[in-house]
């Protein structure tokens, strides 16, 4: 059974493993407990990028949107925001793939469902598809021509 802080590692190695692949510089910051893990050095732009985890439930990977750490009164939640975090790059262990989700997804959402395949219904309306975020197609988007 690993660690939250094992998993954090694992899933921060994927991540800068998949950017470099890409040729993007990563820089980490040199303290840790901010609101970002890395950075990823994308042509002009300097990128803050929150590294997670992302667990498999069924056909779904469930990505939280927010750090957590006890406090007195018990767990506290802080969801991650676009002023603080231009990306979260989520690595899915049972997968062995990253995905990318850009701020406007998640700014202001506790967490994302990234869906795998189709829904039991058939429902396909307000469906976020993993697919949509894989890391190849987002990189090259940034990355650009």
Not at 63 to 76: H, P, Q, V
Not at 128 to 143: G, I, K, N, P, Y
Request: aromatic letters at 8%.
């Amino acid at each position: 059974m690993l660690t939250t802080d094992q998993k954090g590692a694992i899933a921060e190695l994927a991540i800068v493993h998949a950017a470099i692949r890409f040729g993007v510089d990563v820089y980490r910051p040199l303290v840790e407990g901010g609101r970002y893990d890395l950075i990823f050095d994308v042509g002009a732009r300097l990128l803050r990028v929150q590294c997670k985890w992302v667990p498999r439930q069924g056909d779904v990977l469930v990505l939280r949107c927010y750090s957590c750490r006890r406090a007195r009164e018990g767990l506290r939640k802080r969801p991650y925001t676009a002023e603080e975090v231009d990306l979260i790059a989520a690595y899915a262990p049972d997968l062995d793939r990253c995905f990318l989700v850009p701020a406007e997804r998640f700014d202001g959402r506790a967490q994302i469902q990234l869906r795998l395949a189709p829904s039991r219904n058939n429902q396909r309306l307000g469906i976020t598809w993993a697919e949509d975020f894989a890391f190849e197609a987002r990189m090259a988007a940034l990355l650009g021509p």
